[in-house]
Structure formats: C-alpha cells, structure tokens
T-cell receptor, first 115, second 111 residues
Framework: DVKVTQSSRYLVKRTGEKVFLECVQDMDHENMFWYRQDPGLGLRLIYFSYDVKMKEKGDIPEGYSVSREKKERFSLILESASTNQTSMYLC??????????????FGDGTRLSIL | GQNIDQPTEMTATEGAIVQINCTYQTSGFNGLFWYQQHAGEAPTFLSYNVLDGLEEKGRFSSFLSRSKGYSYLLLKELQMKDSASYLCAVRRKTGANNLFFGTGTRLTVIP
C-alpha cells in the first residue's frame, strides 16, 4: 500500500514565524505535490515537483516555497506565516513517467493555524 | 485556464442510486479523476476516464463525454459509509500529472 506521511496532523504557529511542513512517501514516486484545502474553494495546488531538486509553481505559490533534496521527501515552507495561511495542507505523490492515468495518493493532511 | 462545476451538496437514501455531475472547461483535456474524501481524511482515488464512455468498478461507475465537457459519478446501492465529499479533477496537459480540482460535492446518505 502507498503511504504518504505528513509530519503533523495539527500545528499552531504565530504570525511571522517560518513554518516547515514535511511530507514523505514510500513508493518511489517521481511526482510530489502540495495543496491547501479551504471550505468552498476546494483543493488548490501550491507547488509540485517532478524530480529531486526540481520544483514548479502551482496555482497559488505566493508566500510559499518548497524543497526536494531527496526523492521521498517534499517540504513546504511558509517564509513568514500570515493568518490567511491558516488552512488544511495536503501532500500527494504519484508516478511520473508511467502514464497519465496514475492517480495521486494523499497524506492525511496538516491542519495549520496561524495566530 | 480551467473551471470545474459540481453541485455543492446532495442527499440520497440508503439503497438508492445517485448521480454526481461534473462539468469542466480546460485548455487541453488530458483525463478526468474522481476522488472520495471522508470528513477529516485524505482524498482517495475512485476512477479515471480519458476516453468517452462508462467505466464501471463495482458499485461505482464514472462516465465521460469529452465533446460536452461532462462527467458523472454513479453510485449504486448506496450505503451509509458513502456519505463523503466527491471531488472531480481534470488532468492538465502540462506539469507532471498535475490536477485541477473542483470544489467537491458533499453527499449525505440518509436511512
């Protein structure tokens, strides 16, 4: 079974802090993704990566950065947390070159509150 | 750009059949996914359509019409555990199996 593990289920941080969200997958997937999920807005793509050290902006990258130093790990960084970044953050991974029908597998999410 | 429309909420009775519709506009269609998400849990993959027609998987089926920009998810013999949100997503032509998600349909199954 594919396992995507996010380091925290719940996290509370203060405005202006630098926040790190970690995600690890155990299926040797090439692609990894970070989303945020907000009521009425659905899942929105922040950043994704298709290979180690590679990253691409998604639909809402402002205020975020990412790091992928190893294939299995993809980190989301909030450079200076703000209250509008309070949200549920979901990490996902998928195979890359094996065809477009490969589904994304999601972690359980991190509910982040910025005070 | 992309746009996906799904009903926000639906209610159906245990044992019945329900159809959840999804209409989409996208520059370059490359496949459509359905996911199920129970409250407080991760989305899980249900189905994938890239060609027109019906894909059946047990109690769940998914249909696609590319010319109409339309898909539906059909759930038969509804069970209480089917109460969840159902997310429609289109695969964009660029970007590593990159998906654009709709806002989801919250289905409530009542006895």
């Amino acid at each position: 079974d594919v396992k995507v593990t996010q380091s925290s289920r719940y996290l509370v941080k203060r405005t202006g802090e630098k926040v790190f969200l970690e995600c690890v997958q155990d299926m040797d997937h090439e692609n990894m993704f970070w989303y945020r999920q907000d009521p009425g807005l659905g899942l929105r793509l922040i950043y994704f990566s298709y290979d180690v050290k590679m990253k691409e902006k998604g639909d809402i990258p402002e205020g975020y950065s990412v790091s992928r130093e190893k294939k299995e790990r993809f980190s989301l960084i909030l450079e200076s947390a703000s209250t509008n970044q309070t949200s549920m953050y979901l990490c996902a991974s998928s195979f890359g070159a094996r065809g477009g029908n490969q589904p994304q597998h999601f972690g359980d999410g991190t509910r982040l509150s910025i005070l | 750009g992309q746009n996906i429309d799904q009903p926000t909420e639906m209610t159906a009775t245990e044992g019945a059949i329900v159809q959840i519709n999804c209409t989409y506009q996208t520059s370059g269609f490359n496949g459509l996914f359905w996911y199920q998400q129970h409250a407080g849990e991760a989305p899980t993959f249900l189905s994938y359509n890239v060609l027109d027609g019906l894909e059946e998987k047990g109690r769940f089926s998914s249909f696609l019409s590319r010319s109409k920009g339309y898909s539906y998810l059909l759930l038969k013999e509804l069970q209480m555990k089917d109460s969840a949100s159902y997310l429609c997503a289109v695969r964009r032509k660029t970007g590593a199996n990159n998906l654009f998600f709709g806002t989801g349909t919250r289905l409530t199954v009542i006895p």
